[in-house]
C-alpha cells in the first residue's frame, strides 16, 4: 500500500511545484501582434523595446494566464479528490483518520473554488470595468 508518513510536507512540495511549474510555462509569446494599435501592438519598424506577446492589452494578459492556470489546476484537483477518497477508504472506520480525511476534502472543494472563481471573478471585473 502507499503511505506518506509526513503528508503535511507532501503537500507543500505538491504546492510549490505547481507553482514552480505555472510560472515557469511560456505565455504564449510570439512575434508580431495581430491587433492593429493599442498596447501591443507590432509596427514593422519596431527600433525600441517591441512587445513579443500577442495580447493588446492587460486584461487580455491576464485572462489567458487564468486559463493556463486552470488547464493545470483542474486535473491536480482530480488527482486531490481521488487521494481524499483514498484516504477515507483506509480510514476503515478511525475517527482521527475520518476527521483528517474530511479536512482534506474540505480544502481540495476550496481549492477548486478558488481556481474556478478567479477566472469568473477575472470576467465579472473586465466586464464591468469595459462598461464603465
Known sequence: MFFIRNQKLFFLALLLSVVLLSTALPVYAQFGSQQPGGFGSQQPDCTGLCNPLKFGTLPQFLSEVLKVVAEIALPIVVLF??????????????????????????????????????????????????NL
Open 81 to 130: 479528490l481521488v487521494y481524499v477518497g483514498f484516504l477515507f477508504v483506509t480510514a476503515q472506520g478511525n475517527e482521527e483518520k475520518l476527521k483528517e480525511a474530511k479536512k482534506y476534502l474540505l480544502w481540495t472543494i476550496i481549492g477548486a473554488l478558488i481556481v474556478l472563481g478567479a477566472s469568473v471573478l477575472s470576467q465579472a471585473i473586465q466586464t464591468t470595468v469595459s
